[in-house]
């Protein structure tokens, strides 16, 4: 049986309907609260409890959701080639 987790507090976010900032000044505030909702989100799960909430977590699944974090971080942070 799955251990529960808290439900996450923002709603998921599309292209559509996201409000984007006119300023940067508003887009790194949008950026600083953004990463603070997300900070505690991953502060409030329980790290040895499956990752498998939904279709969305693909491969991790069956994986710790510690795994899926630190595979979004790395995912987040890795440097991109260069477009060829």
Known sequence: MLAPQ?????A?????AFHY???ATQAL???D????????DVKSLD???PAGRGAGE?????????ALVLYLNHK???PRSPAS
């Open 29 to 31: 505030q949008q950026l």
């Open 47 to 49: 790290e040895s409890a």
């Open 6 to 10: 808290p439900p996450l507090r923002r």
């Open 58 to 66: 693909g491969l991790f699944t069956d994986y710790p959701v510690a």
């Open 21 to 23: 900032a006119d300023t």
């Open 33 to 40: 609260d953004t990463y603070a909702a997300w900070l505690a």
């Open 76 to 78: 987040a942070l890795a």
């Open 12 to 16: 998921p976010v599309d292209y559509q």
